[in-house]
């Protein structure tokens, strides 16, 4: 299963069990087959444009008496009626699997103990600078990053670079940020303000002239926090970093072929704006206004 596949579906009328239960789902038929075995998983929903934590039930209801395969997303935070909407979903783990409970009291606990489980399990990573100390953490995840790329055939990252010496650059440059979840050292990107070379010339046109932008570089996720929803987390805090500097705009670009990448970026609002040729080849550009 692709954790950074977005499943999409339509919100259909249910018996209304979970509500009585109190925790009210949204029944869904996907668009296409999910390749699900029956259990909870924790899910990011998306509605109307909006990113909600959610728990996925994928099964029969057997301690209710019933038959029927269903999916039903419990989605905190919304209560009100979603029939008819197209919602989109990500699966970041089972929780656990299919159970018969033996009562509805036992599985209404069941219920409770998944969701603290899932809301503890998608809380925002907390953030540190970089110090020298987190180097070799940050190179281990760095090349966990260059392995999938290459697994994919990218030949981005494939000649040595990011190195020890380029994130030592960033530490000294005070521009390295390090994400942490569960106690674990779970991310990395540059966050680097004032002109990037690379990008004064593009073919396209810029959103921006020459203001002052925000960029982001040389991001990698650790393979145990992958579909954790923390690459978003990590322009989203570059936003609001920006954000308190005055600074209006946000560059980014990707390899051609580097579709997870680009659909996060898809995906946090930025705007296609032409080709930019970097230290290794061409690629994508993109840029988002923030204010």
Known sequence: ???????????????GNGRKLGFPTANLAPDAPLELTKG????????????????????????????????????????????????????????????????????TAAMLNDMRLIQNLLKNPTHTLLTRALVPEVMDIIEQARQRMRKRNLDQWQDGYPNEAAIRADHANHQGHVFLKEGETAAYAAI????????QHIEGQW????????TAH????????LGHGIALHILR???RLAVRKGVRWFRIDTHHDNLP??????EAGFTFCG??????GERLAYEKELF
């Open 1 to 15: 299963m692709d954790l950074n596949i977005w499943h999409t579906g339509t919100v259909i009328r249910g018996l």
């Open 40 to 107: 909870v998983y924790a899910v990011w929903v998306i509605i109307d444009g909006q990113r909600h934590k959610g728990m996925l039930y994928v099964g029969t209801r057997p301690t209710l008496g019933l038959h029927e395969l269903t999916y039903e997303i419990h989605i905190f935070g919304i209560r009100r009626n979603l029939y008819n909407k197209r919602i989109s979903f990500r699966v970041i783990c089972r929780i656990r699997e299919e159970k018969r409970f033996k009562n509805e009291k036992e599985l």
């Open 192 to 199: 680097v303000f004032g002109p990037d070379p690379y990008y």
């Open 207 to 214: 959103l921006s002239n020459d203001e002052t932008y925000v």
């Open 218 to 225: 040389r991001m990698a996720v650790h393979d145990k926090f």
């Open 237 to 239: 805090y570059a936003e």
């Open 261 to 266: 990448m680009r659909n996060l970026i898809r």
């Open 275 to 280: 080709i930019v040729q970097v230290r290794d």
